[in-house]
């Protein structure tokens, strides 16, 4: 017998059948985990964006608004900025905008907030309610707003 030096084309063939399979059953899970790592990132986003709100009343003695508009959500100062009303809950000429972001297609924004939307006067909201995120996939988050001004994610 000769002495023989690689592979077979039997030992080739088995090789990707088992590779084939293997990635079959890794490919989805892989795409799932970046999409829950996306839904993550939105709640950390709208987390981040609350607690700077927060911090800016706070610091400045001014209203910020948070107000949801459809799939996007918008943080301001409502001090009136150039020549509007101050604490009027529309953004005017010349108000800061803290975060404008609107979410992905697959991603809905709810709230328990009338008129979808609140605002923290220095600090403190003006009463408790309820973000709630949730996504195509069955992601749901709650970001639970209190009374005092403290804002966390809720156990789901």
């Avoid at 017998?1 to 990707?16: P, V």
């Avoid at 923290?120 to 003006?126: D, E, H, K, L, T």
Wanted: charged share 25%; hydrophobic share 40%; proline share 2%.
């Amino acid at each position: 017998m000769k002495n023989q030096k690689g592979f077979s084309l039997y030992e080739c063939m088995t090789c990707m059948v088992v590779l084939s399979v293997l990635t079959t059953l890794v490919v989805p899970s892989v795409r799932c985990m970046q999409h829950r790592a996306a839904f993550r990132n939105e709640v950390f986003q709208l987390v981040r964006g609350l607690q700077e709100g927060k911090v800016i009343a706070i610091k400045r003695n001014c209203p910020v608004v948070f107000r949801i508009d459809g799939n996007r959500y918008t943080i301001f100062v409502d001090d009136g900025g150039d020549n509007g009303r101050a604490g009027d809950w529309n953004r005017q000429q010349g108000e800061e905008i803290i975060m404008r972001r609107s979410l992905p297609v697959n991603v809905d924004l709810a709230t328990t907030f009338t008129r979808k939307r609140t605002r923290f006067n220095n600090g403190i909201g003006n009463k408790a309610g309820r973000v709630i995120i949730s996504d195509a996939l069955g992601g749901r988050k709650e970001i639970i707003l209190s009374i005092s001004g403290r804002i966390r994610v809720g156990k789901s």
